[in-house]
Every structure is written in structure tokens, then in C-alpha cells.
């Protein structure tokens, strides 16, 4: 599946700190610890309708993470997924009269040119589910075959992941049972399905019903994939086990990112007997809402990027309005939110569009110190703001070359292209 253009990404002078981040798992802030390539998956889109704000914040959050280990002098394999066949897609385009195909591949172009206006760093591997279905199926009969996973007795075909022989099952959410049984019923679950072993096995494979689209499946049954598979069988055959982050919304620590753990744990340790983390750590971002709700599809409460940027509004005041925010907090969308980023972005071009301005070096030091610190977007936007602010009072030491490289540094590390910057000269060091 064909992804989107990168931008032009700035080289700075010196080198990035050590990143650290939230790790769900062990419920605190660690570094990473990437090799020469920093290794991240980031759970992608179901293809049924428009990129909305909360779809572009937990993009943002991620793209600082590829931008900041970057900046420390790493290469990126980034992944993301595209879920270009599941029940909401199917719903929505029956609901609509719309072949799902169509569907799909409409809002996943509307999406890339989301991302592209954004300036999100694109993935190396872009991958859809339709793809992966092949792969999926040799990984289900893996499990199968060392009996981790059965068919459900009813004719359906549907196959399911025992989960009782899972031993790392929970390690990732930390949640105990009855939150797991809540949000497995509230996400797209079915603890309630009858002839299950246990009431959380999710479902690996769901075999063909009348009018659904199905493919080849397990033991020559058609069908088509679970939701979780997917990504497991796409990170294992892109990036493979203990990667560097695993990322995406809050909404999906479980169960989503709970059984994609359990089920490449599962299937290394059947492969080679190896026992490991699917990923050394679990980030996730916080939800945006709008009028005191989560925004979300089945609210109806949406605010879509590509809806703003039809009406004129540039992007990168729609990007500096979500990073306003730090990513593992729930936060409000307002138009008063919009228009200080509209008022901030304006004041940093003014900056940047000066003769001179206050020392760079600090502005450059700071965005890596805060960024570095757990993705902290809005200390990094105060420390642009206080330079803008002497750059344009003319108050204190000025250099000829700081506007040039702070125009570089917000771009390169923030994402946020001013537009108006010069060719950015070396610092010099002390």
C-alpha cells in the first residue's frame, strides 16, 4: 500500500538527548533504547470516514517520536497499518449503498492527504489488512497447530486465541478482569459468545457469512482475519518481536493491544521457543474531545482535518493547536484553541522573518530538553514563545543567524513549517 511524501527534514547542528516515554506497561516514564534503527508500529486507521482531530493527535504524538530519534541520530522503521476490512467498514458502506472497496480506499487517500498536510513523518511500511491476509492465515495455523487456538463448534468456522494458555495475558493493561470483560464487551468483543472456552478469547478468524467478502482461511475455511492478528502478523513480518514502541490511542491499551502482545508472544515462542516482549514499551496517546465527550464515530461529535483545511485553516496551526496539549492528557477541541495557534503560529513566522533574534542555542537546547522528556510538546512551544517574544521586542543579545535556526529547529522537531526561513548557518558551540 502506497504511503505518503515525506518532508524536507532540517539537519541540526549537534545531536538529540535520549528519549524517554510512558511505557503502559510498567506505569512510568523509561528511556528508550533503540539500536543504530529505532524500531515503532503505530496502530492505523479502519478506513470508513475522515481523519478526525483525535485520529491526528495520536499521529502527531508519534511523529515527535520519530522526529526526536531522529534528531539523536537514529534511523526509523516506522509501520503503520491500515484496517481496510473489518464490521465497521462493511457497515458503514452497506448503510451508505457504497461498495466497501470503494470505501476504503476513498478515505485512505483523504487520510494520506491528511498526513502530507500535517507534515507527518511517513512510515517505511504501509500496510494494509486486505495484503496481510495471506500472512494472517499462516500465523493462525501456527497456533492452531500447537493447539493455542480451536475452532468454536457451531459450524460458523470462526476460530478463537485460548487465552488461558497465555501466561503474559494482562502484562501489557495492567487491568484486572472485570475492567478487561467491560471494555472486550465495549470494543468490538464478544465475551458473551457461546461455545467459547473463555468468555476473553478473542477471535483470530471469522469465518464467511452471506454477503461479507472472505478469502482462503485456516484449515480451508473462508473468511476473514480478527482485528488483533492483523497487527501482530504485521509486525512480526515487518519490524518482528521487542521493538522499540508500540503506539497508538488510549483506547486501545486493551483490548486491542493486549491480544496483538499475546498473540506474537505466542507465536515466536512456538517458532523458536524464544519468550520476549512484542514491544519494550506501550505508548499511547489521550483522547481529544469536543462539548465535554470523547470525540469519537459513534458520538457523531467530529471535527475532521480535512473539513478544517477546506475552509482555509493551515494545517500548521492545526497541528500547533494539538501539540498544545501533552499527548497522555484528555483534552478539549475549542475554537478558542484554534485561534491562539493561529495567533502563536503567526507570531513565530514574524520571528523568524526578522534580521536577527535572541540567542538560538537555548531555544535549540530546549526543544530537545523538553521533547526528549516524555513527548512535552507544550514546554517545547514556551520555549519558542519566549525567544519570538525577545526576538521581536529587540530585547537582549541578538544573532544574525538565530532566526534562520530556530526556523530549522521548530520544522525539525516540532513538525511546524514557518515558511519563511533562511538557510540556517552552523551554531557555533559555547
Known sequence: MLSWPAPLLPTLPGTGSVLKVHDTARGEVVPTTPDRTARMYVCGITPYDATHLGHAATYLAFDLVNRVWRDAGHAVHYVQNVTDIDDPLLERADRDGEDWVVLAMRETALFREDMTALRVLPPEDYVGAVESIPRVVAHIETLLDEGLAYVLDDGTGDVYHDISQAPGFGSESRYDEATMLRFFAERGGDPDRAGKRQPLDPVLWRGARPGEPSWPGPRGTAGRPGWHIECAAIALDTIGMGFDVQGGGSDLIFPHHEYSAVHAEALTAAASGEKGPFARAYVHAAMIGLDGEKMSKSRGNLVFVSKLRGEGVDPMAIRLALLSGHY?????????????????????????????????????????????????????????????????????????????IVCDAVDALLGVALDSCAEAPALQDG
Open 328 to 404: 497522555r492528557t484528555d483534552r478539549a477541541w475549542t475554537p478558542a484553541l484554534l485561534r491562539e495557534a493561529q495567533e502563536r503560529l503567526g507570531t513565530w513566522r514574524r520571528a523568524v522573518a526578522q534580521d536577527t533574534g535572541a540567542p538560538a542555542g537555548p531555544v535549540l537546547h530546549g526543544l530537545r530538553d523538553r521533547l526528549a522528556d516524555d513527548l512535552d510538546s507544550p514546554g517545547a512551544i514556551a520555549v519558542v514563545d519566549a525567544w519570538a517574544a525577545a526576538t521581536i521586542a529587540g530585547t537582549g543579545e541578538q544573532e544574525e543567524q538565530a532566526p534562520a
